[in-house]
């Protein structure tokens, strides 16, 4: 049986909310096991205040985020959205290290038959100094997280060498931006900042490698100022569709960008951007929703089709699973996001399942290079060494010297 993309989204939808109220609920429980408080009811019902009154604040905001646009509640609304997601983040961090403590209190209680008064006071404010300290830590740590993950934009610099680099290609500049997720996290004004510092690297071209807009309402408006970017873009704008688009509406957002905007919607398609010896083409690939090889293969099949086998390729996918199947067929270059580049990364390594080994940054099988962008939006703030990014793509031929 297979399931369709709005379902596999409510089936999701479900397993978020099971985890986000059994983890409050484990939460709080650890911390009321380590504070030992007389009455427990009063805490009980403080929390779950604190907790549906952020959660009530939170859904409205989203709810009626197009509508709250431009008024003098927004920005505050739009502060305690990032900082409530900072909070959750900072409760699931805080959740083993409480279990770590309550395991240490048990063994301390366990081997101490007989302490004296004054030791058994001090051993409990112990506890009840980390069961406050432990989660003001991680939820004040996974707040700036949030504060900074949302505020932070990157532009990359990227340079790719090649062999037998068309002519066309040396003096030309690419700028990526990928998983924008326009909606709750991201709005207009900050779409404007992502075009702004587009357009001062003067690219010649703008790829966009899917999940632009997660907020349909807003359709009307992204088409508006995509048609103006468009416009003081030389070569103009290149779009494929993400995974999200799928779960919000893809054949409206396509027709929509296809019949309102000037950019090219590419869904297992190409088109020659430069003739000569060794033409250069831009491919652009559908999302596979079953993420299977056999589909990516056939997928490829159909968009490279009837490209020349010397033809210098540029292919975008949303998804950097494609890496494999590209690097098979020696495509020169596949830009990609999907994974926003781990989002939370200790030590050059994601905490997130990002479910691929092509997740953040460069990769390459001989000629063949692929580039995974970090995201120049997102869906959720928290972000740990993975700034937001734009990424602008360069060519150096790799036999001059420069």
């Not at 989204?9 to 985890?19: A, C, E, G, Q, T």
């Not at 506890?127 to 993950?149: C, D, E, K, L, M």
């Not at 479910?355 to 000629?367: I, L, Q």
Request: net charge neutral; aromatic share 10%.
């Amino acid at each position: 049986m297979t399931l369709d993309a709005m379902t596999i989204r409510m089936i999701f939808n479900v397993v978020i909310v099971l985890i986000v109220v059994g983890g409050l609920t484990g939460f709080w429980y650890l911390v009321l096991k380590l504070l030992q408080p007389e009455k427990k009811i009063w805490w009980w019902l403080g929390y779950i205040v604190v907790v549906i009154g952020l959660g009530v604040s939170m859904r409205h905001f989203i709810i009626n985020q197009v509508e709250l646009f431009g008024t003098s509640s927004y920005l505050p609304l739009q502060l305690l959205r990032t900082e409530t997601y900072g909070f959750m983040m900072g409760i699931l961090l805080a959740i083993p290290v409480l279990l770590v403590m309550l395991g240490i209190q048990w063994l301390v209680n366990r081997n101490s038959k007989s302490v004296e008064p004054e030791m058994g006071s001090s051993r409990r404010k112990f506890f009840q100094t980390a069961a406050v300290a432990i989660p003001a830590a991680t939820i004040g740590g996974a707040s700036y997280a949030a504060f900074r993950g949302q505020s932070e934009i990157k532009v990359t610099h990227e340079t790719f060498r090649y062999k037998n680099l068309p002519n066309a290609l040396r003096h030309y500049k690419i700028a990526q931006i990928s998983d924008v997720h326009l909606g709750p996290c991201i709005d207009l004004d900050d779409f404007d900042i992502i075009v702004n510092l587009v357009l001062k690297e003067k690219p010649d071209r703008v790829v966009i490698t899917g999940d632009l807009i997660d907020k349909i309402d807003w359709l009307p408006e992204l088409s508006e100022k995509i048609k103006d970017f468009a416009k003081q873009v030389p070569d103009g704008i290149d779009y494929i569709i993400g995974n999200h688009e799928y779960f919000r509406d893809a054949p409206l957002i396509l027709e929509t960008f296809r019949t309102k905007t000037p950019m090219r919607v590419l869904v297992n398609q190409h088109v020659k951007i430069f003739d000569g010896p060794r033409p250069v083409y831009i491919a652009g690939v559908d999302y596979d929703l079953k993420r299977k090889k056999s589909n990516r293969e056939l997928i490829l099949d159909e968009t490279l089709n009837g490209i020349p086998k010397d033809a210098f390729v540029i292919l975008l996918a949303h998804h950097p699973e494609f890496f494999e199947e590209a690097f098979a067929r020696k495509i020169p270059l596949t830009l990609s996001g999907h994974t926003h580049g781990g989002q939370i990364v200790i030590g050059g390594q994601s905490l997130v399942p990002v479910g691929t080994p092509y997740w953040k940054g460069r990769y390459s099988d001989g000629e063949s290079q692929g580039y995974v962008n970090n995201g120049t939006g997102h869906w959720y703030p928290v972000r740990v060494d993975c700034p937001r990014e734009i990424t602008i793509v360069q060519f150096k031929d790799a036999d001059r010297k420069y």
